[in-house]
Nanobody, 114 residues
Framework: QVQLVESGGGLVQPGGSLRLSCAASGLLFSAYTKAWYRQAPDKQRELVATVSTGGSTMYADSVKGRFTISRDNTKNTVYLQMNNLKPEDTAVYYC????????WGQGTQVTVSS
């Protein structure tokens, strides 16, 4: 059974940093593209960042230069380092493995507020 467990969310002031983690089990982690999505209140879920099996990364324009996605295949974990956070980054963040039709984490709340 595939399981994705996210951690690292919380409340942070504008300009602060957080690192999200998503630990996976029950699948061949290295074989899939990994991604982070987010969903703010009353908005659609949006793609934030992806990392391919080869390590190539892609970012939404709104987070370029501030967020970094990475993965550790030895730990079956994907990360999202978020720096210089802004109030508009407030959302529930979800990890995804294998594309939107495959595996999702339960979500972790990130709130950016003074």
């Amino acid at each position: 059974q595939v399981q994705l467990v996210e951690s690292g969310g919380g409340l942070v002031q504008p300009g602060g940093s957080l690192r999200l983690s998503c630990a996976a089990s029950g699948l061949l982690f290295s074989a899939y593209t990994k991604a982070w999505y987010r969903q703010a209140p009353d908005k659609q879920r949006e793609l934030v960042a992806t990392v391919s099996t080869g390590g190539s990364t892609m970012y939404a324009d709104s987070v370029k230069g501030r967020f970094t996605i990475s993965r550790d295949n030895t730990k079956n974990t994907v990360y999202l380092q978020m720096n210089n956070l802004k109030p508009e980054d407030t959302a529930v963040y979800y990890c995804n493995i294998g594309g939107p039709g495959r595996y999702w984490g339960q979500g972790t709340q990130v709130t950016v507020s003074s």
